[in-house]
């Protein structure tokens, strides 16, 4: 099983983002929560579907400059660039470990597992594990793959899923033949076309460019 999780989106401001998100499409957004390790924290909106966006901000410039984490380095690279808007997408997967032993085999490299943590606004703590195929934070992203603890990053409060599903996400690569290769190499993704890998709710297409879309039926990050 591979599924889309969320899309990660650079802010500078996520509570304000979160609520244009609001104004602009009459849906739901919410407080997620500290990343206290990192010095990073989030704003989500979850959608149906089990996928969600969310909007990350950095707190603690020096913390986040310490991590070791991909994705948290990643976050500081694409503000130092000033790049705010979606930068990395991650995949759900139910065993992490089943990727680590195709990324042995095939020489893929990778970083990780990574451990998360985060507390909830309302106190209730999530945890899960992250790995990361290497890739360069200048190129179009690899997505990274994240297991979850327990039934996963969904609101305790049910209501709070919008009614909106996922999609797909466009991946804009400067080489999208090789981007499509990888795709398929490392995450052994089915596809039913050269542009087209097919998820387990939703898909990936990749186009030329520099640039990632997220794809909620009809609303486009």
Known sequence: MVAFDHLVILSNDPAKDASAFENNHQLQAVQGGEHKDWGTYNHLAFMKNNSYVEWIGIRNQTLAKKSGNPLIQHTVHASEQQTEGPIQFALRVENIDRFIDHFETEGIAYKGPFPGRRVRADGSVLEWRMLFPTYSFDEAPLPFLIEWSGEGNQPTDRSQINETSFSKVVVFAEHPQEYRK????????????????????????????????????????
Do not use: W
């Open 182 to 221: 990888q795709l398929k190499n490392v995450y052994r993704l089915p596809t039913n076309s050269k542009s087209i890998f097919e998820l387990d709710n939703g898909m990936i297409e990749v186009k030329q460019g520099e640039q990632i879309e997220g794809h909620f039926n009809t609303i486009q990050f």
